[in-house]
């Protein structure tokens, strides 16, 4: 992407009784949303609304300040920190582009930021089809003259300049029979993830899930020796990933999934269900935390929702308290014992506190996971594990 065109401004309404400090803490996740995608955030916005204009999302004065600073610095993409209605966007794209101006200017709201980059780093053929899917669904509404997502889809460029009514109406259609061949794929492909769950459903299974860029992966190589990409990027991981993994003589199988986020799309979860399929169907979760973030409590609460959204909210759980090496380097840390007794008070039973980049406290995590998977083993090999 050329440095010209991909430079852009991040905006956020505070709603309600949102604090000032929350809404930055998710403008600066919005920004790191971006340089994932091969944005550059420039500038950002924050207006105070009790609720976005029905027509145009901000109020009119910030509208006005928001177009002068695009127009005389030249900036060519605008994202929304929450997601737009269709006339939002129309009406937005009016306020953005008029017909006197050349250079054109892309809109993106929350999840169709979070779409495309799952787009980018899906790599299996579920994963690439689940999330054309999902962005169909999402595009469907939402078509105008200057959707540049279709020709992404379909290997084109540029933006759809001069396209009328009737193309728009062509696409319509395009859309509508992509959306049905699209999941009748995605059953074929359902039906033989399914007939593979069977073959292997008398091992235990543990999943790992957690908030976005945590360190899942990083903690998937180091239990299961393998040796997967492990980036500080949001979404490194959107394929599911199975290992099997032998503790002291026991085997079971490790997964890692796509990692949550606040706001995630409607559409990609639905979309992506089957592939968090190996998060349902779990004997166990080991539910990885960022604890140096200053919101991880917020990313907790995110997790547990998604959890209960899939019907994934009672399987056994171990809370692993990732980057502690970070955590103590912070001003005045928080005690790891007060914040062990803190988690289990809010029904946490097993909290263990590591450090995966520095492999610290793993043999810790390792004899609590042995103990989980021991029990569960117990129901399918009673005399193996008893002898």
């Known amino acids: 992407m050329d ?15 949102s604090h000032p400090e929350e809404t930055q803490e998710h403008l600066d996740e ?36 928001v177009r002068n600073y695009l127009f005389a610095h030249e900036i060519t993409i605008v994202i929304f920190d929450d997601d737009l209605s269709p006339s939002q966007l129309r009406n937005l794209e009016k306020e953005f582009n008029p017909l006197s101006r050349e250079t054109k200017v892309r809109i993106y709201d929350r999840s169709l930021l979070i779409l495309d980059i799952f787009l980018m780093r899906a790599q299996t053929a579920q994963a690439r089809t689940q999330v054309e899917l999902a962005m169909n669904q999402y595009l469907l509404p939402r078509l105008t003259r200057l959707w540049t997502h279709l020709e992404r889809q379909r290997g084109g460029t540029g933006t759809r300049g001069g396209a009328g009514e009737k193309e728009i109406e062509t696409d ?13 794929q995605l059953e074929k492909i359902d039906k033989q993830r ?28 180091l239990l299961s020796k393998s040796n997967l990409k492990a980036e500080n990027k949001l979404f490194a991981t959107v394929d599911a990933t199975v290992r099997k993994v032998v503790l002291n003589d026991i085997p079971f199988l490790l997964s890692d999934t796509v990692g949550f986020i606040r706001k995630l799309p409607h559409h990609l979860i639905e979309s992506f269900k089957s592939t968090l399929d190996e998060v349902r169907e779990a004997d166990i979760l080991l539910h990885v935390v960022d604890v140096a973030h200053p919101f991880h409590n917020n990313h907790i609460d995110v997790v547990n929702k998604t959890l209960a959204e899939i019907g994934a909210g009672n399987i056994t759980t171990i809370l692993v308290l990732n980057k502690i090496d970070l955590l103590e380097k912070q001003q005045d840390p928080v005690r790891p014992d007060e914040l062990k007794g803190y988690y289990r008070a809010h029904g946490f039973e097993h909290v263990v506190f590591i450090s995966a980049a520095l492999k610290e406290n793993i043999q810790e995590l390792k004899d609590i996971l042995f103990n989980e998977v021991k029990k569960k083993n117990l129901g399918i090999y009673p005399q193996v594990v008893e002898s």
């Open 172 to 184: 319509r259609r395009t859309i509508k029979h992509d959306i049905t061949v699209l999941k009748e």
């Open 30 to 65: 919005l920004a790191f949303l971006a340089e994932t995608a091969g944005i550059i955030a420039e500038k950002q916005f924050i207006q105070k609304l009790p609720h976005p204009d029905t027509r145009t999302f901000l109020g009119k004065g910030k509208l006005d300040e």
């Open 3 to 17: 440095k010209s065109t991909n430079r852009a401004i991040l905006i956020a309404l505070v709603q309600g009784k």
């Open 194 to 221: 399914q007939t593979q769950r069977k073959s292997r459903s008398n091992i235990v299974r543990v999943s790992l899930v957690g908030y976005t860029n945590v360190g899942k992966s990083t903690l998937m190589n």
